[in-house]
């Protein structure tokens, strides 16, 4: 690996390009075009030198070779000292041009894509982003699909981010600042915040968290998720990522902030709370009482989700006299024969399902009929008529699986169904006992956590009431008049009516 | 980073400790559980006769398709000195360990019924996998483990059987009471009332009955029926009461729902149903001279449920008079069922003790201890006030004049 020797630009040309083809380890993807401008009694070389593919040749050749070839004629009487400033000022018809006069940062340009132009005889050299690749166009969020509301999602391009977020919140308070993380990826990670809203501790903390990160490549928001995280040691998640601008778009409006990196769509969300995790942007498009109940409704499939199974092995195994008789006999028919207890055959199936679950995740997309076939028929059938799991069992692995779903974060879901293991050992060993200690130490976990500061549990603990607003509720819009007392202390109320005709 | 592997570690270590420490010494799969539904006992000699009925899961539970293999319950029997001891011996004869915390019915037969029953009751209230909400009933004129050992259609555990028909007859018809344990214990440690426990009687051929045979009839070869209510004196039968004075018994002490009577036609050719959907009563214990005095205000709603004769129901007059015979006939019966009290048993089962307690303390503390004696004496006022609400779908019976 060529050392950083921070070269300074030679007057030779021919030892420029030599220096940068070293820097470069002679890549044979580094084009370099040579021209021949001015007028033939002084001709001056200038090489232009860009990687093959990481910048738009036509853009090049519509905007960098042919005003230069063209505009040799009209060098003449000129004096050739002043051709630098010439081709700045009147000839490269591009917008964002720079100069540059070290060699390191001529080459870190290349890297990105841009244009490097050398012109002999000169120390200074310009550097134009002219950076173009195939990629992914904007589409649909496959991850949190909604029926109401924006369909576009964010992509693996930063830029393109930036400008769905700028799209939505036209706004000149919208801050963009630029970190590059990463000694090899150069990652171009930028934060945003809206000036006035955000909480400067806030944003204060994730730069100097995020200068404070030392690595060699940044392929993905989880790794920046990991450096900046407040607890490492919990499963539950204190940073959102999401792929809906308009959901980073709110949050923003919030007062919180937002991480995005290049090369991934998933974009974090700081400070994030344990109930942000069960609302959806969609909650915000329907009417307030369809969202209300559809929350219940999550919180409730929350419930089952985590407890569920346990609650069946400890009324089952412990507490058989709170099931009433008729289900009592009914369960302890389709237990008879079973061979195992009822925490082992439960383990047995929450096992099968996440096994099926990763395999249908991982698997080539073609083999999916064969995966799913056999998961129906080795849980849903074969499993409950050789007798060694009860019907019952299936039912209570099947409620669960479906419940852990409907929350609207996966990162929180796998949380979700780490805890479920958790309270199934307590429920096997302890029966209700061990359900009622298991929740308890869980919510105390969850409350000794923060994100960025901010409690993990607020505004359910500490409470506020005027936060409720928009935890298990969700109030009217017109009711929606003031920021979340987390993040939006500096500016309290959106507005303070937000319908202001009366009803005639 | 140092910091949570050390919690890590810490946490790990806490819980493999936790876990060969304590727990799942009380765990018990469903499959290793006889369930008893219910509980009979019966005296013979010295010793406890326990009878258990005990489900047969995959026989009740319909989805399975092994129907037919056996019968829904089985019954284990054993004895002992103790009850304790006799349901423990079980588990010489069965493969489980009677599991008892879903018992329907506690059946006592009526031999040990007259010789006392208080003895053998303790264990049921006194251990904790036992809930109190199971019904102590009396088989009149046979064993407990009889009782419990016929099959019965419909229901296919014949505890359940029991359990649901005393509940539904409570509700429909009146002369049955659901007693629990401790609405028994209650009344058995209260001085001024006696308790009364439901009694039912096998019918039919007991022998047939028990066999599968039995419910794969469309008339059973044997039957259980709820038969009237037993009396106490403390926790000795002393005697039953019929049908009709049951009922009595029942809307003295306010436990009507609903029931159906019936009073002569104002015509005086036939009989009119009225069906009781409200009742309300009170008792009352004064004492004048020295001489307690039994009152019992009962307000009843009705509806006219069956009209077998001509009569004009949308006069009110007739409606008033029906209420009036309607009375009469609660004054006839509750006043009949108070002197089968006090002149048969010479016993208050009804509470009119009790009643004296909360309305005079001293005059009860004079009295609490011959209070029986008392009772006897007592003179009987009751107050009827019927109210006939609806009268159908149809006003007047079709019935025309039956000279026609």
Not at chain 1, 19 to 33: A, M, P
Not at chain 1, 179 to 198: D, F
Not at chain 1, 395 to 405: H, K, M, P, R
Not at chain 1, 476 to 503: A, D, E, I, Y
Request: hydrophobic letters at 40%; charged letters at 25%.
């Amino acid at each position: 690996m060529p050392t950083n020797t921070n070269l300074k630009t030679q007057t030779n040309l021919e030892t420029n390009i030599e220096e940068i083809r070293r820097q470069t380890c002679y890549s044979d993807d580094l084009i370099i075009r040579k021209v021949r401008v001015g007028a033939d009694s002084y001709p001056i070389k200038i090489a232009l030198l860009y990687f093959d593919a990481l910048s738009d040749e036509q853009l090049i050749y519509q905007f960098i070779l042919e005003p230069l070839m063209q505009e040799s004629v009209s060098m003449e009487g000129r004096q050739q000292s002043e051709l630098p400033e010439l081709m700045m000022d009147s000839i490269l018809a591009v917008g964002q041009i720079s100069k540059f006069d070290s060699l390191d940062s001529a080459v870190q340009s290349l890297m990105k894509g841009c244009v490097v132009v050398i012109v002999d005889g000169y120390t200074e050299g310009f550097i134009i982003p002219m950076a173009g690749w195939e990629q992914r166009a904007v589409a649909e969020p496959t991850n949190q699909t909604v029926i109401r509301g924006p369909k576009e999602a964010f992509t693996e391009n930063i830029h393109v981010n930036i400008a769905l977020i700028r799209r939505i919140v036209k706004s000149p308070n919208l801050v963009m600042k630029s970190r590059t993380i990463g000694t090899m990826s150069q990652t171009n990670v930028s934060v945003m915040y809206m000036e006035g809203l955000a909480d400067k501790d806030v944003y204060e903390e994730v730069f100097r968290r995020l200068d404070s990160i030392e690595i060699d490549a940044v392929l993905e928001s989880g790794y920046i998720e990991e450096f900046i995280q407040d607890e490492t040691f919990t499963i539950f998640p204190t940073i959102i990522n999401t792929e809906r601008p308009d959901a980073i778009a709110a949050s923003l409006l919030e007062g919180r902030v937002a991480i995005l990196i290049d090369g991934t769509p998933h974009v974090l969300l700081v400070p994030s709370l344990f109930v942000q995790f069960f609302q959806a942007a969609e909650d915000y498009y329907h009417r307030a009482d369809i969202s209300t109940i559809i929350r219940g409704l999550r919180y409730f499939a929350l419930f089952i989700a985590t407890l569920v199974p346990a609650l069946y092995i400890a009324i089952t195994t412990y507490h058989q006299e709170m099931i009433p008789t008729q289900l009592l006999i009914s369960l302890a028919a389709q237990r008879e024969g079973v061979p195992f207890p009822a925490f082992v055959e439960a383990i047995i199936m929450e096992a099968t399902y996440e096994i099926l679950r990763e395999a249908g995740v991982r698997m080539p997309r073609a083999v999916g009929q064969a995966v799913s076939i056999v998961g129906t028929l080795v849980i849903g059938q074969a499993a409950v008529e050789a007798g060694i799991i009860s019907a019952s069992m299936i039912i209570v692995v099947s409620i669960t699986a479906i419940s852990s779903y409907v929350i609207p974060e996966f990162d929180m879901s796998i949380a979700v169904r780490i805890s479920r293991f958790f309270f199934m050992g307590l429920a096997a060993a302890f029966g209700m006992f061990g359900i009622f200690i298991g929740i308890v130490a869980i919510l105390l976990h969850l409350t000794s956590l923060r994100s960025f500061g901010v409690p993990y549990m607020s505004p359910v603990g500490p409470f506020n009431f005027g936060d409720q607003k928009d935890v298990i509720l969700r109030v009217t819009q017109r009711k929606m008049n003031k920021r979340p007392s987390m993040f939006g202390k500096l500016n309290p109320f959106r507005q303070p009516n937000p319908r202001r005709w009366k009803r005639t | 980073m140092k910091v949570s592997m050390k919690r890590c570690a810490v946490m790990l270590i806490v819980v493999f400790l936790l876990l060969p420490l304590t727990g799942c010494w009380d765990r018990r799969e469903l499959n290793e559980l006889a369930i008893a539904v219910g509980l009979g006992i019966d005296k013979v000699g010295e010793r406890y006769r326990v009878t258990a009925q005990v489900v047969q899961p995959s026989e009740v539970a319909t989805s399975k398709g092994s129907a037919g293999y056996s019968t829904p319950v089985t019954t284990y029997r054993a004895s002992g000195v103790t009850i304790f001891e006799a349901i423990r011996k079980m588990t010489t004869i069965s493969p489980r360990k009677i599991y008892a915390a879903h018992l329907r019915v506690v059946v006592i037969g009526e031999e040990l019924a007259r010789e006392g029953i208080a003895e053998a009751l303790d264990l049921l209230s006194r251990d904790y996998e036992l809930r109190m909400d199971f019904y102590v009933i009396v088989a009149k004129e046979t064993k407990a483990e009889d009782l419990l050992e016929l099959l019965t259609p419909l229901d296919k555990i014949p505890a359940s059987k029991i359990y649901n028909s005393i509940q539904v007859s409570e509700k429909a018809w009146a002369p049955v009471s659901a007693v629990t344990l401790d609405m028994f214990i209650r009344d058995y440690e209260s001085k001024g009332k006696n308790p009364v426990l439901s009694g039912i009687k096998a019918t039919g051929n007991e022998e047939k009955g028990k066999q599968k045979s039995n419910v794969e009839k469309l008339q059973p070869d044997a039957r259980l029926r709820n038969n009237g209510l037993a009396v106490f004196r403390y926790d000795k039968l002393i005697g039953w009461l019929s049908e009709e004075q049951s009922k009595g018994y029942n809307y003295i002490v306010n436990r009507v729902k609903s029931t159906v009577g019936h009073v002569p036609c104002p015509s005086g050719d036939g009989n009119i149903a009225l069906e009781i959907i409200h009742s309300k009563s009170r008792m009352k214990t004064e004492v004048r001279n020295g001489k307690p005095k039994l009152t019992v205000d009962l307000r009843v709603e009705e509806n006219v449920g069956e009209v077998m004769c001509q009569a004009d129901l949308t006069e009110k007059s007739v409606i008033d008079a029906l209420e009036r015979e309607a009375e009469q006939s609660l004054r006839d019966i509750i006043e009949r069922t108070i002197k089968t009290g006090q002149e048969k048993f010479h016993c208050d089962f009804f509470g009119f003790g009790e009643a004296l307690h909360r309305s005079n303390l001293r005059v009860w503390k004079q009295m609490e201890n011959d209070w029986e004696e008392h009772f006897v004496d007592a003179s009987i006022t009751v107050n009827a006030k019927v109210v006939i609400k609806r009268t159908g779908t149809v006003d007047n019976s079709f019935i025309v004049d039956k000279e026609r």
